[in-house]
């Protein structure tokens, strides 16, 4: 069994600065990365999950 860890948003901004921080990243190590410095109280487990859960906006750009 796998559990995923998902993201909840207070605004509409907060989302969208979100998905831009992602689409800044070449891969998904670099957003993890980005994505620890900017929210450090996730743990490891809950990071990739959740990069995990918005891979398709890495490298958009």
């Known amino acids: 069994m796998q559990v995923r860890w998902f993201a909840w948003f207070e605004t509409k901004h907060e989302k969208t600065e979100f998905i831009k921080l992602l689409n800044t990243c070449r891969n998904d ?22 990069v995990d859960n918005f891979k398709t906006e890495i490298n958009k750009q």
């Open 29 to 50: 190590i670099e957003a993890k990365y980005k994505v620890m410095d900017k929210y450090p109280n996730l743990s490891i487990a809950q990071v990739e999950g959740i």
